[in-house]
Nanobody, 121 residues
Framework: QVQLVESGGGLVQAGGSLKLSCAASGSIVKINVMGWYRQAPGKQRERVATIAAGGSTYYADSVKGRFTISGDNAKNTVYLQMNSLKPEDTAVYYC???????????????WGQGTQVTVSS
């Protein structure tokens, strides 16, 4: 019902920057929240940053001041600008969208396929 297409991952040196994008499409009535989670090898998936439709944001303590999340409601797209990257930011980053969809008009979380971010020291 909802497809999420992520882009922007890759390999970068410590201190560098990357920008992730995630575009949602499908039978969307409204997206309530979009954002990013990440999962490093051997660790649980953790919330990195999210943005609600009204603009309120959440950041994990580990990324505050370095990452910035933004969204384009008209395009159902969310971005994550990642600056001052550290080796510990290395993970697979997953886009999530909590969307209200047709025909059920129920609110359900949808996940992207993930994009690898690798930060070398």
């Amino acid at each position: 019902q909802v497809q999420l297409v992520e882009s922007g991952g890759g390999l970068v040196q410590a201190g560098g920057s990357l920008k992730l994008s995630c575009a949602a499409s499908g039978s969307i009535v409204k997206i309530n929240v979009m954002g990013w989670y990440r999962q490093a090898p051997g660790k649980q998936r953790e919330r990195v940053a999210t943005i609600a439709a009204g603009g309120s944001t959440y950041y994990a303590d580990s990324v505050k001041g370095r990452f910035t999340i933004s969204g384009d409601n008209a395009k159902n797209t969310v971005y994550l600008q990642m600056n001052s990257l550290k080796p510990e930011d290395t993970a697979v980053y997953y886009c999530i969208a909590n969307a209200l969809t047709r025909p059920t008009f129920s609110s359900t979380p949808y996940w992207g396929q993930g994009t690898q971010v690798t930060v070398s020291s």
